[in-house]
């Protein structure tokens, strides 16, 4: 009985911790948000100045009937997709939360920068 007790304060006392400061929160949120604002502004960047790359280049260039731009942008929007509904998906649990924003943000901050680097050393 007093380790169910203990259990039970223990996460009582985590509750209050975590719902005890929503404007540090928002902070964290507002935080988050503008990093993922400017890594996607970096992502966008790299993105159109591959696809220009590869309409100059042209399929010749590869040996192939279609340009490279073609399976870039194919693979962008698929990309796309799959980094929504992993971020949907790996924020499932803390969707009720009160910290669901800041969570869900920071996936879309940490994919965004999975991207960046992979076209990168793509190129």
Known sequence: MNKYFALMLAVSSLSTVVYADSSSEQDNYLKIKSEYAKADSELNNIYRQQI??????GAEFYGQT???DIYLKKSQLAWIKIRDADCDYETYESRTGTAFSSIYEQCLLDKTN???KYLNENN
């Open 52 to 57: 220009q790359e590869y309409k100059n280049e």
């Open 66 to 68: 279609e340009s490279k």
């Open 114 to 116: 999975e991207r960046i």
